[in-house]
Each structure stands twice: as structure tokens, then as C-alpha cells.
């Protein structure tokens, strides 16, 4: 069965036997010392300084509060440099600084007054947060933030709410918002003031976030890098727009070959891991330039990353996997162009823009543009706004064994992509589960149990690349269709009034779709014509999901379920996408058979309609860590 969640794994690193070095960082250490066990660094900074290709960082237990530069990383996956937490070890890097000496002044708000000093070359209380597709909703909001007990706090606008504090019902954690913050700063000092209720914040633990990232190259091209295992949290991440120096709690900066593994990764003010561009290609041009629509200012600068060298030999091909990430302002994983060619596994993907103080085009668990050859695969997705967000430019993408739920927008939003773009074996279990602006989808073996929904963007020109490569063949726009359902369960739950549930209705588009072998119950409906559907209107599928600790139940009753005789799905059944006339196929050019479902049992020569190849007819109740 499969499994999800957070999973300790302690990797090996082939470099380990060619290692020249082994470095050791201790809170007990000292900078002064030569990095061995016996006489270890005090910050993982100086073991950076110390270590070339085929060095291992050993981390031991502590808190690390650092930014963490790496001025050089490996030469091959095989000639790495490694930064780990000691096995069986918790190691926390923060963006954070503990701050006491807090005043009452009113009931239960508190002051602190800090000396502009203090944060050095940065002040998140003076930086607002801001970036192209970044809407402040009317106030000013900054990249600081401040903590209690590791909780964070909410922003405010005055401070007269921060003594009066205005909760809105409709978003999580009302008794949360309780918690407000407030700062000013002039030229001498930033005062920050809190309303921390019933704690007094001096007998308690409170941080605020005074660094911009915690690992972050300032440089790009620093390669083949390991992170794994470490707890990271609380810097100040500005936002990360796709036309930016995207910069995240963790970010790899227009690189080559990074493995982020096994961390738990929490309370970015913005971004928890961007895989994204760098600055010289282009920074917030739209919001310099506002004379032109941010559309031709992005395709700009994917022009601008292909002088860059993007392309497959220098940029992307990262692994993002077993990582816990959650509570994230903005997205949990980001990337523009720099997430190219890479596989994100085995997440646990939570919590993300909860708070909903802003807005923007730019929020979601994982939000990609110019994901091609990306495969999302065996990830935990939930209670985000949008689950993932693939757009401009997916191509070659692989959304594969995924579990989906409480996402209040969508699953997936496929925004002005014309494929190929393959969704297989997931379960979709949000209200919504696919808003598509795109052409050229393919849906195999997925369970729907909400709504889906189809529309056109008739006013932006995107491109579409050459087969596998970074190089832009054309642009077009979006008539929809050219999209393919085949062997997907649809089992309805909680269905609302001018949804659309079962195949979509295209009812504008101008390319020819196709389906088969597709099962619907309940208010789903099959496309019209459809040849070898299971079409059961007058049965209820009941379908349910319920969180249970850490394990999440799914539940479903299917009825003459066994007599529908489908086909084994191949690349050949799947044709080619329309623009870019490429397959449905694995990144090196290998076709793909859907012989496995998502629990990894093996299909049958007429495979069941869904992610299951085991369920049947009756209950069935699939569980999952």
C-alpha cells in the first residue's frame, strides 16, 4: 500500500566513498575549530566555506539561525556536495530570531522596540510584500512576521486592531486570527506591537522573522547539491513571482541538480522551496512596466532564460521528495523555467495560503510555469488553495498517483498549456478538481469525485516547445479541446447546482476530444456518443473521505460494476498533442503502459475504470498514511 507523508528515510550518497571530507557543525562548536567530529564548525555557513565536490555537512542537533550561502556545489550527481541533519538527529535551521523584553501597553498587547540595527542589510518590517501578480488587498503587508509557541501570528494594518482583533468566520483558524501584529519603523528603530491574549510573551517563546531565506545561493549555477533532513522555517520570503528572482525558505537558483530531501519545511511568510529563475533575466518587470500587458513581459523573459542557457544541460532536473511542507504564505513548492525536467515525490503538501491576506496569480501547494518534463508523482496534497497549479507551458508533465482533498479552489488549474499534459491514477476529492485553460490534457485511470470545469483564453499567445527540449516551436492560443479521457471512475460527492461533473462540457471548444472506457455514477455524465462508458445515473457512489489522525480513509460503493469490459491505455492510445506534436510519453522518449494503479497492484487485461484495480462492487475502503 501506498504510502504518504513524512518518510524518514537516511539516504545514501555515492560520493560518501570518494568523500574528501567529512565536515561536522555543532552548537557547541566553534568557527575557529578544522570541522571534525572530535572539534566540529559552530554554523553550517563556515562548513559551506570548507567543502567541495564530494564533501558531506554533518549537522548536529540544535538551532541553526542562519542564512546559509553556498559558494560552490559538485560536479555530477554522482560528485555532490552534501548538507545533512545526523541521522536520528533534529536539526532546525530558522530565518528567525528569539526576541524578549516585551512591554505591555494596553490589555493584553505588547511592544517590542528593536534598533533598525538590529536586522542589518534587512528589514522585513520595512519591506513590503510585493511583485508582479501580487494584490495587497489595500494595505500594506510585510514579509516579517512574528511567532508565539511556533504559531504564527496575523498581520494587521493598525493598531487599533490589534486591540480590537476582527476574526472572519469564512477562513481557518478563527481563534487564530485573534493573534495580531502591527509594526512602524523610522529611521532608528521598528516597533512591534502584538496582542498575545492570555500568554505573557516574556515567560513564553516568540520569534520574528528576520532573514530572507534560510539556503540560497546568492550566486546561480552552484550545482549538485544534497539537503536532507533538516527542520526549516520562519524566513521572511518575498513574493515569487515567474518574471522574478524567485527566492524561497530553501531555493536552488538557476542551477543544475539539486536533491532537497526529508525535511520538514514550515511557515515561509511566502514560499517554502522555489525552484526558480534568477534576477538578471528579468525582476517584477510588469510591475516596472506597466504600459504592456504582463503576458508579453513573461514571454520576455522566457525568451531572456533561453539566452540564459535554458535548457536541459545546465538548468532544472531536481529531486524534491519525502519532504513535509505546510504553512506556507504563498505556495509550498515554486518554480519558473529552473523546475524544468524535474520529479517532486512523496510530499506531504499542506496548509498552504490559509490565511488569505493577499492575493495573487501565484499561490498553490505547487505552483509551476514552464514545467516541462516534470513529474509530480505519489504527493499529499491538501487543504491549499489550489492543490497544483501548472501554468504556461507544461509540457511533457506527469501528474501521476497523487492524492488530492480539501483544496478550496481546484486540485489542478492547467492554465494556457497545450500539452501533452498527463494526469494518471490520482484521486481528485476536492469540491472542484480540474479548472482547465488548456488544450492537449490527458486523464487516465483518475478518480473525480467533484466538478470539473472548461474554459478558453482566446487573449494570450503562449508557447509550445520543441519535444523535450526547452526550445519554443510556436505560440498559440487557447480553443480548448484536444484532450482525452480514458478508464476514469467518476463518483460524485456533495454535487452543486451548474457543476459539471463526469466528462466536461465543451461546448466552445474547436478540437475534437475523445473518451472511453470512462465509469460515471450519480449526476456524472458521459461525453455525448461515447462509446464503452458505464453510464449508472440512478446509483449513489456515496463516496467519502475522512481524516482520522495521520491517516486519511477513503470510501465508495460501486454497483454491476465487474461486467465493463475496458482496454489497457498505451502512448499509442493517446496520440500526440496537437501544437507540439509530442506523445504522451516517458521524458527520454519511451512509451508508457498504465499496467500498475495507485496502490501498485498490476492491472488486468480489461483493467477496472479509476486508480483501483482492485475495487469492487460494494463498499470499498482504501486507507493511507
Known amino acids: 500500500m501506498k504510502t504518504f507523508g513524512l518518510l524518514l528515510i537516511i539516504s545514501t550518497f555515492a560520493s560518501s566513498a570518494i568523500s574528501a571530507h567529512e565536515y561536522h557543525v555543532s552548537v557547541k562548536g566553534n568557527d575557529a575549530n578544522n570541522g571534525t567530529e572530535a572539534a566540529p564548525f559552530r554554523t553550517i555557513g563556515r562548513a559551506a566555506e570548507s567543502a567541495y565536490t564530494g564533501d558531506v555537512i554533518t549537522v548536529h542537533s540544535g538551532v541553526y539561525r542562519e542564512w546559509i550561502d553556498p559558494p560552490r556545489g559538485g560536479e555530477s550527481d554522482d560528485r555532490r556536495i552534501v548538507y545533512r541533519a545526523a ?6 535551521i530558522k530565518g528567525s530570531e528569539v526576541i524578549t523584553d516585551w512591554q505591555k501597553t494596553k490589555g493584553t498587547v505588547w511592544k517590542v522596540t528593536l534598533p533598525n540595527s538590529f ?59 485573534k493573534y495580531k501584529w502591527y509594526c512602524e519603523s523610522d529611521g532608528k528603530n521598528t516597533t512591534i506591537y502584538a496582542n498575545f491574549h492570555h500568554f505573557n510573551p516574556n515567560k513564553e517563546f516568540v520569534e520574528i522573522s528576520v532573514r530572507r531565506t534560510c539556503f540560497y545561493p546568492s ?27 524567485q527566492i524561497g525558505m530553501i531555493a536552488t537558483h538557476w542551477n543544475k541538480g539539486w536533491i532537497i530531501e526529508n525535511n520538514v519545511i514550515s511557515n515561509a511568510k511566502c514560499s517554502g522551496i522555489t525552484l526558480g529563475k534568477e534576477r538578471g533575466t528579468g525582476h517584477n518587470v510588469w510591475s516596472a512596466d506597466p504600459s504592456y ?13 533561453l539566452r540564459n542557457g535554458w535548457n536541459k544541460g545546465n538548468i532544472g532536473s531536481h529531486i524534491v521528495r519525502n519532504n513535509e511542507i505546510f504553512n506556507c504564505g504563498q505556495t509550498g513548492i515554486c518554480g519558473s523555467h529552473g523546475e524544468a525536467f524535474s520529479i517532486i515525490e512523496n510530499n506531504h503538501i499542506h496548509h498552504i495560503y490559509t490565511k488569505r491576506q493577499y492575493w495573487g496569480a501565484e499561490m498553490g501547494g505547487i505552483k509551476f ?17 489550489r492543490g497544483l497549479w501548472l501554468d504556461w507551458m507544461a509540457q511533457g508533465t506527469r501528474v501521476t498517483g497523487n492524492l488530492f482533498y480539501n483544496n478550496t479552489d481546484q486540485d489542478v488549474y492547467m492554465e494556457v498549456d497545450h500539452g501533452p499534459t ?16 488548456s488544450q492537449g490534457g490527458a486523464f487516465v485511470h483518475n478518480l473525480f469525485a467533484g466538478s ?37 471512475l467518476f463518483v460524485p460527492a456533495n454535487p452543486e447546482e451548474n457543476k459539471h461533473y463526469g466528462f466536461p462540457v465543451y461546448s466552445t471548444d474547436s478540437y475534437p476530444s475523445w473518451a472511453a472506457g470512462n465509469a460515471y455514477y450519480g449526476v456524472a455524465k458521459p461525453k455525448d456518443n461515447e462509446q464503452y462508458a458505464l453510464h449508472k445515473p440512478d446509483i449513489e457512489p456515496s463516496f467519502k473521505l475522512e481524516e482520522k489522525g495521520s491517516e486519511v480513509y477513503i470510501s465508495f460503493d460501486l454497483q454491476e460494476f465487474n461486467d465493463f469490459k475496458t482496454s489497457v491505455i498505451t502512448t499509442e492510445t493517446l496520440g500526440k498533442a496537437k501544437f507540439p506534436k509530442e506523445a504522451y510519453e516517458q521524458p527520454d522518449g519511451n512509451p508508457i503502459i498504465f499496467t500498475v494503479d495507485f496502490q501498485g497492484n498490476t492491472r488486468a487485461k480489461t483493467p477496472a475504470p479509476g486508480p483501483f484495480e482492485k475495487a469492487k462492487n460494494g463498499a470499498n475502503g482504501l486507507t493511507f498514511r
Open 119 to 177: 536586522f542589518g542589510d534587512y528589514n522585513p518590517y520595512t519591506d513590503p510584500i510585493f511583485g508582479d501578480w501580487f494584490w495587497n488587498g489595500g494595505w500594506k503587508q510585510h514579509t516579517g512576521e512574528v511567532f508565539i509557541n511556533n504559531k504564527s501570528l496575523w498581520e494587521t494594518d493598525s493598531l487599533h486592531k490589534v486591540i480590537n482583533p476582527p476574526v472572519n468566520n469564512n477562513l481557518q483558524d478563527p481563534d487564530g486570527q
Open 219 to 245: 550566486k546561480p549555477g552552484i550545482n549538485y547539491l544534497t539537503l536532507s533532513g533538516f527542520h526549516i522555517s520562519q524566513a521572511a520570503s518575498q513574493w515569487a513571482a515567474p518574471t522574478a528572482e
Open 87 to 92: 541521522p536520528g538527529e533534529k536539526v532546525e
Open 369 to 385: 510555469h514552464a514545467a516541462i518534463d516534470v513529474i509530480i508523482r505519489n504527493n499529499l496534497i491538501h487543504d491549499c488553495d
Open 293 to 305: 500587458d504582463g503576458s508579453l513581459h513573461y514571454i520576455e523573459v522566457t525568451f531572456k532564460t
Open 422 to 437: 498527463l494526469l494518471d491514477n490520482n484521486i481528485f476529492a476536492s469540491r472542484e478538481n480540474i479548472w482547465s485553460m
Open 452 to 488: 470539473i470545469r472548461v474554459n478558453q483564453e482566446k487573449s494570450r499567445y503562449t508557447p509550445y516547445h520543441l519535444p523535450h527540449q526547452t526550445d519554443i516551436a510556436g505560440l498559440s492560443i487557447i480553443l480548448n479541446g484536444d484532450d482525452r479521457y480514458y478508464n476514469n
